[in-house]
């Protein structure tokens, strides 16, 4: 069975730092395409930042310069460093593996206080 399980995520105060991890099991996930994902209340779900399985990623304008997506394949876990917080930021974080078919964590929330 797949699981992707998020943690990390908790309330700051805005220009803090959070790091969240997403931990997966049941398959092998070194070849996918792992990215985070956020949703605010009232808003879709969009793209925060993606990794290959190389090296490439991919960030939202908002978070460019600020967060940092890395993965370590032994660990089959994907982690989101998240610097220079803001308000704005304030939502539920969610991880996404992409092999052949798409997997979704539970999501961990984030609130970023001003």
């Known amino acids: 069975q797949v699981q992707l399980v998020e943690s990390g995520g908790g309330l700051v105060q805005a220009g803090g730092s959070l790091r969240l991890s997403c931990a997966a099991s049941g398959r092998d996930f070194s070849m996918s395409t792992m990215a985070w994902y956020r949703q605010r209340p009232g808003d879709q779900r969009e793209l925060v930042a993606s990794?290959?399985?190389?090296?490439?990623?991919r960030y939202h304008d908002s978070v460019k310069g600020r967060f940092t997506i890395s993965r370590d394949n032994a660990k089959n876990t994907v982690y989101l460093q998240m610097n220079s917080l803001k308000p704005e930021d304030t939502a539920v974080y969610y991880c996404?593996?992409?092999?052949?078919?798409?997997?979704w964590g539970q999501g961990t929330q984030v609130t970023v206080s001003s």
């Open positions: 990794i290959n399985s190389g090296t490439s990623t």
């Open positions: 996404k593996a992409s092999l052949g078919y798409d997997y």
